[in-house]
């Protein structure tokens, strides 16, 4: 059974950083699409940034440069480093993947979010 | 990228069918067909509830369909119930690896 377990978030101030990480079970984060998505309080969704399965990274537009995702297969996780942070990134963060049966712009499988919350 | 464009809300009484739209531009709804839509009840993880544009995971039931023309897509859930009360977001892949979702509606079954 696939299981993804967020981890990580906490309060940090403006300008600091955080790793956020992602256990995996049930499946390789190694030959899966891996995302991060976030929903501010009271708000949407918003699409973080995604891993390929060959671990090619791509992010949105606003988290580029300041965030990086990685995995590290050995231990079936992901991970999410953010720097820079503002207090627009306070949010849920999920990480999702679609697993080995739907396409990759379709995630089946969530955990439950880590709450990010950017303040002095 | 911005966001794709989904009504505030939408409401119906039990039993009737309901029709969320989701509109966006040439350079995502309408040159893809990796739309997908997403339930979300209060403080859940979101579900995914139809992926590529009208394809449907195990599980969901079939009153929910989706549908796509030109930049606009679509969800229609029939039947309504009241455990179909949430919020419902449509995503779509925009070209470049990238993905956008839609700003959420709220649905209200009365």
């Known amino acids: 059974e696939v299981h993804l377990v967020e981890s990580g978030g906490g309060v ?10 992602c256990a995996a079970s049930g499946f390789a984060v190694s030959s899966n699409y891996m995302t991060w998505v976030r929903q501010a309080p009271g708000k949407g969704l918003e699409w973080v940034s995604l891993i390929y399965g060959s671990g090619v990274p791509t992010y949105a537009d606003s988290m580029r440069g300041r965030f990086t995702i990685s995995r590290d297969n050995s231990k079936n996780m992901l991970y999410l480093q953010m720097n820079s942070l503002r207090a627009e990134d306070t949010a849920i963060y999920y990480c999702a993947t679609p697993g080995e049966h739907f396409p990759i712009w379709a995630f089946h499988y969530w955990g439950q979010g880590t709450l990010v919350t950017v303040s002095s | 990228q911005s966001a794709l464009t989904q009504p505030p809300s939408a409401s ?24 997908s839509w997403y339930q979300q009840h209060p403080g859940k993880a979101p579900r995914l509830m139809i992926y590529e544009v009208t394809g449907r995971p195990s599980g969901v039931p079939d009153r929910f369909s989706g549908s796509k023309s030109g930049n606009t897509a679509s969800l229609t859930v029939s039947g309504l119930q009241a455990e179909d009360e949430a919020d419902y977001y449509c995503t779509s892949y925009a070209g470049n690896k990238n993905m956008v979702f839609g700003g959420g509606t709220k ?4």
């Open chain 1, 12 to 21: 940090v101030q403006p300008g600091g950083s955080l790793r956020l990480s």
């Open chain 2, 12 to 35: 119906g009484s039990p039993g009737q069918s309901v029709t969320i739209s989701c509109t966006g531009t040439s350079s995502d709804i309408g040159a893809h067909n990796y739309v």
């Open chain 2, 107 to 110: 649905l209200t079954v009365l």
